[in-house]
Every structure is written in structure tokens, then in C-alpha cells.
């Protein structure tokens, strides 16, 4: 995921030589956009028909084609080599196995996107207002600048060199939406390494709103009940060992606070709320499948009791997914992985997730079932984690509020710990 994970990073970048690079480039480069209005989306309309009618295809002059000035990688135009049923900007809708981060060092932003397309897909369906990349090799995208306080159109060319963000293909479906989003975003950043490293969540993307639209005044109705139902209960920690050492009565807190965890996760989920999840200690990856130093996204939830009749599963399970795209780059060692005696006998379960994992377009290879899925090395990144692991292993959630992403640091290992003091 790169440095500039958590919240003092960023001051921390700035003082960094890069950082300091990024901090002299000035305001973000929204003039190379335009503003979205009806006038605009005509003339842009009128431009694409006009590439179609004459069989031309777009070349950006204004962006250079990638990062890496020194690569010598062959030059692909997307629209040249996307000819299936299932290839194009995306099938039906935007799937969170559609992107694989490959060498792009923007997990934070990766993980935001599988986020809000599992949860608001909503969000996702006016970031593409026109679907003629294949006929044109150009891209609308739709991103709102909280600077400009209005939505902004950036055009961008399907030219690549094979490096960076992967053209993830997967049975028969290819979606072209994550490179051309990710293009987008670093023409409005003026440059892509100003996207990665110590620079991710820096100028057009500090209050990560590009794509969820307007933020809401900090004192808002929304935004404190969102404080209120949300940060504060993610926040909750077990420090019973700590209190109990000081002489306090902790009879029934630490269910309370997982209960109270609990409720504000179900209430992420519930009300399309993006979230990702980090961890700041190497020790807290073993229960969590949550590399040190890398975000993953939350992309569903499992409800205890709600299959079988009400009979499983037994406990709150969390749907997580990492930004590589494909589950053979994991570890797994937690309840419920693949190789747990959880998910062998449940096969509800295993179901619910498949029907969450697979895409339009893609389905389960020959000889492969919910109970071989480990057979399928190349599957989309999707597994399960507790509700309880979650609380006792995850450091870090980022919650993509009304106002701004929040960083909610917790201490989950004191969930395991006991307090011992020399009061002497």
C-alpha cells in the first residue's frame, strides 16, 4: 500500500523531498477539465459522434502517456484489444473484481473504489456519463472537485504502456473503468507518481469526496449523527485489563463496546457508507488476513442468523476485499478462510459469498465449486472475517463520511491483554 497510511503521514510526506515536490506543484490541475453542465455534455456528445462518424480515435495532448518517461513498454490502445461481449468500460455495472492494483501504489484510493462500488454503486453509475470508448479510445470521467465546489468532466485517451494499474481479465469479463478512472485522477493531479507513495490522499483527493459528490457542513445533522452512530462506536477498544488494574468496575463493558463496534459497522453497511481497513502493527495481520501498511476494502456483510432459516451463521461476518484483485497474493489463516473448518461445513455460507464474488460475465471454471474454491488459484479477492476478529485484530478503519474520509484508529490487542501494574 505505500507510506502515507495514516493520518500524521501526510504532514510527514510534505517533509519528505517528494512531498515537498508535490507541495510546489500549486493548485490541483482542474483547468484541464471541464466544468458538468448541459451545454458542455453537448458539445462533448457532439465531439464523440463526430470520432465515431469519421473513424477516429482521441489522442490526449495535454497528459502525457505514463509515469515512467525511461519505459520502453509497447503502446496499447485499450479499445483496440477489447473485442469481446463481456470487454468494455464495464458489463451491467462497475464489480469490485474488476480492478487489480498490480505496481500502482494507490491502495488507499483502490480500496475506496471497491468500497463504494459494493456499497453506493450508485456513486459509480454517473462517473462514466459516456459509454463510447471502444468506437472513440475516449473517456469521460465525471469527478467532483471540492475545491471548484462543483462536478468537473476530465477527458482522457485508452493509451497504455503495461505497467501500472492491470487490465484485469477474468473468464469472459474485462472492465476498462478502474485504468481510465485511475488516467483521470492523475490528470487532474498533473502527474501519476504525484498519486502514489508518501503522495497518496494529496490535492484533488485530500477530502476523497471525487467521486461520492458535495460534502455537508461539519455541524450538520448529518454529520454529527454520523459521528455519533458510526466513529465513535468503530472507535471502541477493550481496555477492561487497564481499568481493572486502576480499581474500576468493568462488569459488562467489554460486551458493550463490541456490542457498540458491532452496531456501528452494521451501520456503515447498512447506509452504503465506504469503509477500508488497515493495520498499524505486523502482529495484528495473523486473525485479520490485513497486511501491516495496506488498506483493504469492506465490501458486504453477512448478518448472523440470516440464511439457513435463520439458523447461520452463527456470528457477524465481515466481507472483505484486498485491492491486488486475486486471492492467490493472500494469506489465509483465519476462521472462515478457505481452509477452515468453517466454511467446510457451511455451505450457505460458502454460496452467499460466491454469489457476492463472481461479476457479469464470469463464472466458476470446470470442476470448480464453493467447496474446491481454493483449486481456483486466479479467484477475485473476497473472504470473510468475524465480526470478533475484527474487533480484536483491526487497527485502523477509514470511513468515507459526509465530510471527509476519518481515519478511526483503534488498539485491538488490548482486546487480549491483561493489565498488569506496579502501583508501588
Known amino acids: 500500500g505505500g507510506p502515507g497510511f495514516f493520518h ?24 484541464a477539465s471541464f466544468p458538468d453542465t448541459p451545454g458542455i455534455r453537448r458539445f462533448l456528445s457532439t465531439y464523440l459522434t463526430s470520432l465515431q462518424l469519421r473513424g477516429l480515435k482521441f489522442v490526449d495532448p495535454f497528459f502525457p502517456l505514463h509515469k515512467d518517461e525511461n519505459a520502453r513498454n509497447e503502446v496499447v490502445r485499450v479499445s483496440d484489444v477489447f473485442n469481446g461481449k463481456h470487454e468494455g468500460l464495464y458489463e451491467e455495472s ?13 491502495c488507499q484510493d483502490l480500496s475506496s473504489w471497491l468500497s463504494i462500488v459494493a456499497l453506493r454503486p450508485e456513486a459509480m453509475r454517473e462517473v462514466f456519463p459516456f459509454d463510447t470508448f471502444r468506437e472513440t479510445g475516449a473517456c469521460i470521467v465525471r469527478l467532483w472537485s471540492e475545491s471548484e465546489r462543483e462536478w468537473r468532466l476530465v477527458i482522457v485517451d485508452d493509451r497504455i504502456e503495461e505497467q501500472g494499474l492491470k487490465l484485469n481479465k477474468r473468464g ?5 473503468w478502474p485504468f481510465l478512472l485511475y488516467k483521470a485522477l492523475a490528470k487532474v493531479e498533473g502527474f501519476y507518481w504525484t498519486m502514489e507513495g508518501a503522495g497518496q490522499l494529496v490535492r484533488s483527493r485530500l477530502d476523497s469526496r471525487y467521486l461520492l459528490g458535495p460534502s455537508v457542513s461539519r455541524d450538520s445533522d448529518e454529520n454529527l449523527k454520523f459521528q455519533r452512530e458510526i466513529i465513535e462506536k468503530l472507535g471502541k477498544s477493550d481496555f477492561t485489563g487497564f481499568l481493572r488494574a486502576m480499581g474500576q468496575d468493568v462488569s459488562g463493558m467489554k460486551k458493550k463496546n463490541f456490542e457498540e463496534f458491532g452496531d456501528g459497522l452494521r451501520k456503515c453497511v447498512e ?8 493495520n498499524q502493527q505486523e ?35 465481515l466481507l472483505i476485499s484486498n485491492p491486488w ?3 492467490s497474493a493472500e494469506f489465509e489463516s483465519s476462521r472462515y478462510s ?24 464470469v463464472s466458476l471454471p470446470d470442476g470448480i465449486t464453493s467447496e474446491k474454491i481454493d483449486e481456483w488459484r486466479e479467484r477475485p479477492s473476497a473472504y ?20 471527509e474520509r476519518v481515519e478511526v484508529l483503534r488498539y485491538p490487542k488490548e482486546a487480549e491483554m491483561e493489565w498488569e501494574w506496579d502501583c508501588q
Open 8 to 31: 500524521n503521514n501526510f504532514d510527514r510526506s510534505l517533509q519528505s523531498s517528494r512531498g515537498q515536490e508535490i507541495r510546489e506543484l500549486g493548485p490541483t490541475l482542474w483547468q
Open 94 to 106: 462497475c464489480h469490485f473484481s474488476d480492478v487489480q492494483q498490480s505496481r500502482a501504489g494507490i
Open 172 to 176: 469472459a469479463r474485462r472492465s476498462a
Open 271 to 278: 447506509r452504503g457508507v465506504p469503509l477500508t481497513v488497515g
Open 283 to 317: 502482529e495484528d495481520m495473523a486473525s485479520s488476513n490485513v497486511e501491516y501498511f495496506h488498506a483493504y476494502a469492506v465490501v458486504g456483510m453477512l448478518p448472523r442468523r440470516s440464511l439457513e432459516g435463520g439458523k447461520e451463521p452463527k456470528e457477524d461476518l
Open 325 to 327: 484483485g486475486k486471492a
Open 338 to 361: 478457505t481452509d477452515s473448518d468453517e466454511w467446510k461445513r457451511n455451505t450457505a455460507v460458502r454460496e452467499w459469498v460466491m454469489s457476492k464474488m463472481l461479476a457479469e460475465g
Open 384 to 403: 470473510l472475517l468475524p465480526l470478533q476478529d475484527a474487533y480484536s485484530n483491526i487497527g485502523m478503519f477509514a470511513v468515507y463520511g459526509p465530510v
